[in-house]
């Protein structure tokens, strides 16, 4: 394990924002014209998935001590904190997961998927996903993407066999408007990364139900990357159901988002979605960019404790950490879940009301670039260096 030093120039500075919950008796009220019966279909949705698709090669979560966090989170020795790895599915994103539920969705609709078509817009895992999975399942599917997006994501994509297509703009929501004005146009399905429920199901609530299995309990905190919502959705509903738990009632799942993208920090503090957001610069993160869907903020706000909102330097510097304890590269929007983490604070886990139990925090990604990746760390790697003299 490297140790980074104390020079405070690498504290991450962190804006906590708790939800104004919704605590109610069923995981779909807040959105009115989501019945019982989709109530239903979403539990069945998360059912192990590796058994559902024998061919895909997916992985169940992998789960690590992070003990060398413990202490950052709890001086009194009573939290232990897990990593929960993702970045090494096939695609190297959990998104695989709700791409297989979702396209599986649309060929039952169908009856059938031959001739069947289906359409995305991404940063770049969604759509990696959604092309790995169209391949397996034996559909077409066309992926639009910003200008700009990283290029291991957009090969991965054509790798795949999808069409990949540009937006306009640099930007996550024009891509979207491009995709659902297609799909419109031509009658076929668009399957968005956060607000369709089958791929909330296979996303965050197949995870949220395999950690409880692997560590044998439910936890009782989770950190992930937020971005339109649906991971954090996705695992707070499959926690709340194996606890046996009112959702709502026990805030287990926390967001954390950058400072240049903070859409739900935002539309918390307003009261309402902020459907279209423009990021305030460039971001390692960008697969957490873009506006939350007005179901989507409803969904996640009667869901989770709230939200964090972070630095871009301290992603860039979970990213270094990632690397130096697991020998991992993450992209960045898979290492901000990790930047709460990364000093002893009291702010934070009086935030989250830790008192001791499990702290699991999700590892999502490992798309980057790798001359992004080197640019982000390189400050961290100069400081680790220089700590060794």
């Not at 770049?124 to 066309?142: C, E, I, K, P």
Request: hydrophobic share 45%.
């Amino acid at each position: 394990m490297t140790t980074e030093g104390s020079n405070r120039d690498f504290a991450p500075r962190m804006r906590v924002v708790p939800s104004r919950q919704v605590i109610t008796d069923r995981p779909f009220a807040p959105v009115s014209n989501e019945t019982p019966a989709i109530h239903r279909a979403f539990f069945d949705d998360m059912r192990p998935l590796p058994a559902r698709f024998p061919t895909a090669r997916l992985r169940e979560v992998t789960l690590v001590r992070a003990a060398d966090l413990d202490e950052r989170v709890d001086p009194t020795g009573q939290t232990r904190v897990w990593y929960a790895i993702e970045s090494l599915q096939v695609t190297g994103s959990f998104k695989v997961r709700g791409a297989l539920v979702s396209i599986e969705a649309c060929i039952k609709r169908a009856g059938t998927a031959s001739g069947l078509r289906v359409v995305a817009a991404s940063a770049g895992n969604h759509g990696a996903s959604m092309a790995y999975a169209a391949s397996v399942l034996g559909v077409r599917a066309t992926i639009f993407v910003p200008q700009g997006a990283p290029a291991a994501k957009c090969e991965r994509i054509m790798s795949y066999g999808a069409e990949l297509r540009y937006a306009s703009s640099p930007y996550y929501d024009d891509a979207e408007a491009a995709a659902m004005e297609m799909a419109e146009a031509e009658g076929l399905s668009f399957i968005s990364p956060y607000n369709d429920l089958h791929v909330i199901a296979g996303n965050g609530g197949s995870l949220g139900y395999e950690i409880a299995r692997v560590l044998g309990r439910v936890p009782e905190h989770v950190l992930l990357p937020f971005g339109g919502g649906g991971l954090a959705t996705g695992v707070a509903w499959s926690l709340a159901d194996a606890a046996g738990e009112t959702l709502g009632q026990v805030p287990r799942v926390w967001g954390v988002q950058s400072e240049v993208s903070p859409v739900m920090a935002d539309s918390l503090e307003r009261g309402a979605a902020i459907e279209r957001f423009l990021p305030e610069g460039p971001t390692l993160a960008e697969g957490l960019e873009g506006g939350i869907a007005a179901d989507a903020f409803a969904r996640a706000r009667s869901s989770i404790g709230g939200v964090i909102v972070v630095s871009e330097a301290a992603i860039g510097r979970a990213m270094h950490y990632v690397y130096c304890d697991l020998g991992l590269l993450v992209e960045g929007s898979s290492a901000t879940a990790l930047v709460p983490l990364m000093r002893s604070s009291e702010r934070f886990p009086l935030a989250l009301g830790v008192r001791g139990g499990d702290l699991v925090v999700l590892i999502t990604g490992r798309n980057v670039d790798r001359a992004t990746w080197e640019r982000a760390v390189a400050p961290y790697t100069a400081h680790t260096a220089r700590s060794r003299d």
